[in-house]
């Protein structure tokens, strides 16, 4: 159970939840990675120029697993004005330090058109969320809100109340 490859990979060991189980598929063992990006981060927008799609993948692929996203991660230091996500049933809150200038705000999540921003303009960047973040800003909030989730709970109510109402009315004429 102890397999000590983590440590060829730079993981560092900080958990282990079950130890005296002895099939490993009832064990989890939680590693800190401290070369993984944070879920949220500011990004110079001309960094984000400098993404161009990888040789190897097909032409006009907009996958991230097909960008060469090495301008980012090569000069980009993720913690210098840290954001703090807060997760939320159905989003998430971005807090962060006020700045005189427009910023670019990288999200780890995947980009769907369902999520909507308040304090910024969302967009895709090749799989991922991309806020523009305007000046003074101290805060994203992030929805996601499905249309077909909208569409069946505006049906399913609409039905119900049609069966009250007609309950209603066969117990006024039965009577």
Known sequence: MDDPSYRAHGLERIRVINPQETRTENVLVLYKNPR????????????????????????NATFLTCMDVSPITN?????????????????????????????TLL????????????????????????????????????DYVPTQLIATRTVSLTCITLAIIGLLFAFVFAH
């Open 36 to 59: 993984a990006y944070p879920r949220a981060f500011f990004v110079p927008q001309e960094l984000l120029l400098k993404v161009r799609s990888d040789a190897r993948c097909p032409v």
């Open 75 to 103: 000069n980009t230091d993720p913690w210098r004005d840290p954001v703090h996500v807060q997760d939320r049933l159905n989003g998430m809150i971005l807090t962060f330090a006020l700045s005189n200038q427009p910023r």
């Open 107 to 142: 999200i780890t999540t995947m980009f769907r058109p369902e999520w909507q921003a308040r304090g910024g303009e969302l967009s895709s960047f090749h799989g991922l969320m991309r806020i523009t973040v305007p000046a003074q800003e101290t805060s994203v909030t992030l």
